[in-house]
């Protein structure tokens, strides 16, 4: 059992290699002793305002050195940290900080507003000042079974619940995929996932700080500037969303140069078509490592280093991880080939919800196997496929989007009677959001009601269809009938 944390490794490193490169952001490089320095700002400045073991801090920022070290900080000073997606708007900000009741948040001055118009009292922090503080590293091993991060993820109900990840949690993730992806040192990875979910901060970010490795972090991702990082050589690694390796895709046909071949190519939050996959292979003369994870469990399964990367599958369980396919009413195990959903167990599997005894229950067998709520099969030889979900869901460009959640936002706007918001496939993002809406108003506006969505919700979420409907079908129960949209 890993009875270590990713502060006591990250400190490790900083004691063994001071000097090495840790961060590259807009062509500043911070070594492991720069990150430390600030990161020990941060956990100074928030002791130094209070902060007691447990409590948490929330994160309202883009990817920089700012969200690095005030994660870092936060953790080592003994508090648990809030994520928050940057796109969030009032609805979900107030729900999440309503739930998590941060004690502090951090942010930028440009979104300062958005926190401040909720009616909240917290303690707002810009700027660290520098406080000294030391903590002995060793201290960190009492920390293992508490709560590091709370990442907000939704469930059918439509408002987003918090997992509650442990630091033994992670740092047993992460010892596992830095060994099954052959994670060195000397690894340089192109990071341009947002760090306020568990792709980008629990593989990318964490993944680099255990192997005291380095990353390039990015603003986000810009397919022009990602494609001319890779023509560079320099890094090692990219991590992606499916919908990242579509534009790199269309970008090469556009270019001359093909990008030298890189150690490994990552993909996930969100299923690689076999076609992609295939092409991306054609062009870039490289196959993508294509694996499975979830915001409750950050890595699940994954395609191998070496070995056979098989298109549409996810791989198998990761090092010291168990997954299987049970029958979704028996709950019994599935033989190989058949139909069921998956469920996942080890010492990466998250802690439960927050506030939500009942839900952290629910999603957990007796003998402690997590319903993922991904229904899947595995193959004789031990290669899962995702093939739908048991929830209710539409991934867009790897971001998660419950309908529930749209559905309660336009159901509220005076002209619409009744709303059903559905997936469909879409060649950039995967899937986009539909919304088959009933209304009586005439003068109803689609342009209207987008710019109503954005106003409150991620724009992420605003749907990119608007179908008008005279009634929306419903069986017997006076349910929507979502499969016939
Ligand atoms: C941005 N927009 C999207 C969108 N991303 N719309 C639908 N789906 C998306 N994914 C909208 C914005 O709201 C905005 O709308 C407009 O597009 C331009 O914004 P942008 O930021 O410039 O967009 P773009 O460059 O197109 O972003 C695409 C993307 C981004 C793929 C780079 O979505 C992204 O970084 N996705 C990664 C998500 C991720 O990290 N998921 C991991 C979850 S963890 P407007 O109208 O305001 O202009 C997880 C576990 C696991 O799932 O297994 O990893
Ligand atoms: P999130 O709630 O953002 O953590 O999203 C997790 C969900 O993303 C999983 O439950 C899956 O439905 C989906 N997912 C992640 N990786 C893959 C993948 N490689 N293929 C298909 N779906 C995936």
């Not at 948040?105 to 401040?116: A, C, G, L």
């Not at 995929?177 to 341009?192: C, F, R, Y």
Request: glycine residues 8%; aromatic residues 10%.
């Amino acid at each position: 059992m890993i009875s270590t944390s990713l502060i006591e490794k990250f400190l490790q490193h900083c004691q063994q290699t001071p000097d090495k490169r840790c961060v590259v952001f807009e062509s500043q490089t911070y070594s492991y002793a720069d990150i430390r320095t600030m990161a020990a700002a941060w956990a100074g400045e928030l002791r130094a305002r209070g902060l007691q073991r447990g409590e948490r801090v929330a994160l309202f920022l883009d990817n920089g050195p700012k969200f690095i070290s005030a994660y870092l900080g936060a953790q080592w000073a003994g508090g648990t940290v809030v994520l928050i997606n940057t796109a969030y708007r009032q609805t979900e900000l107030r729900h999440i900080l309503r739930d998590a009741a941060p004690r502090f948040v951090v942010t930028d001055p440009q979104r300062n507003h958005e926190i401040k118009n909720l009616e909240f009292k917290i303690e707002n922090l810009e700027f660290p000042l520098a406080v000294p503080f030391d903590f002995p590293s060793t201290i960190f091993s009492q920390f293992c079974d508490e709560v590091a991060i709370i990442a907000y993820t939704s469930g059918t109900t439509g408002k987003a619940k918090g997992a509650m990840l442990t630091h033994r949690s992670l740092a047993a993730n992460v010892a596992s995929v830095t060994e099954a992806w052959g994670w060195t040192s000397d690894d340089h990875l192109l990071l341009v996932l947002p760090l306020f979910h568990l792709h980008g901060l629990g593989v990318g970010f964490h993944g680099t700080i255990w192997a005291g490795a380095s990353c390039e972090l990015h603003p986000h991702f810009e397919v022009k500037t990602v494609y001319n990082r890779l023509l560079s050589g320099e890094p090692t690694m990219f991590f992606g969303v499916p919908t990242m390796y579509g534009r790199l895709l269309n970008e090469a046909a556009k270019r001359d140069q093909k990008p030298p071949n890189l150690r490994l190519y990552v993909s996930g939050s969100a299923a690689l078509s076999a076609d992609t996959m295939l092409a991306f292979e054609r062009v870039f003369g490289q196959r993508i490592l294509e694996r499975y994870g979830m915001t409750e469990t950050v890595m699940n399964t994954t395609n191998p280093l070496y070995g056979e990367r098989r298109p549409g599958t996810v791989g198998q369980p990761f090092p010291r991880q168990e997954a299987r396919v049970v029958h979704v009413h028996t709950r019994q195990p599935l033989p190989a080939d058949e139909d069921g959903e998956i469920e996942v167990r080890g010492a990466h599997v998250f802690a439960g919800y927050l506030n939500q005894p009942e839900a952290s229950a629910e999603c957990f067998t007796p003998d402690g196997w997590f319903k993922t709520g991904d229904l899947g099969r595995v193959s004789a030889d031990g290669y899962f496929t995702i093939t739908g979900r048991a929830k209710e869901l539409i991934i867009s460009g790897g971001f998660n989007i419950y309908p529930r959640e749209v559905e309660e936002v336009l159901a509220m706007h005076p002209s619409i009677a009744e709303v059903a918001v559905v997936g469909r496939p879409d060649p950039d993002f995967g899937e986009s959001v539909t919304a088959v809406v009933v209304s009586h108003d005439a003068t109803l506006n689609v342009d209207d009601l987008i710019t109503y969505c954005k106003n409150n919700l991620a724009s992420y979420k605003k749907p990119r269809h608007i179908i008008f409907a005279n009634s929306l079908p419903r069986n017997a129960l006076g349910k929507v009938q979502k499969h016939l949209l």
